[in-house]
């Protein structure tokens, strides 16, 4: 079974970057939208960044000028760019696939930002 494998994760300070990756474990075939989401201890998931098939892009306001969200439809990769990051960036990041059967989400990546 395709799993969707996240890497970029991890602690860093308030100002600081990190770029996060998803791409799947095989073959995935009619992908459309591929999005970052988010959920905090306590708090819904939520949607952090889409991207479409034709590229356009759907932030959150809360990060809207911080982060960026890109794909490469080659590799059926999707990356968040995030900077500026903030203490209440701090969440369990998921990457979410749709494709021609329906959806898959990763199994998380945990983003940690010091103040």
């Known amino acids: 079974q395709v799993q969707l494998v996240e890497s970029g994760g991890g602690l860093v300070q308030a100002g600081g970057s990190l770029r996060l990756s998803c791409a799947p474990s095989?073959?995935?075939?009619?992908?459309?939208?591929m999005g970052w989401y988010r959920q905090a201890p306590g708090k819904r998931r939520e949607l952090v960044a889409l991207v479409t098939k034709s590229g356009r892009t759907n932030y959150a306001d809360s990060v809207k000028g911080r982060f960026t969200i890109s794909r490469d439809n080659a590799k059926n990769t999707v990356y968040l760019q995030m900077n500026s990051l903030k203490p209440e960036d701090t969440a369990v990041y998921y990457c979410?696939?749709?494709?021609?059967?329906?959806?898959?989400w990763g199994q998380g990546t945990q983003v940690t930002v010091s103040s």
């Open positions: 979410n696939v749709g494709y021609s059967l329906g959806g898959l």
């Open positions: 095989g073959s995935i075939f009619g992908i459309n939208d």
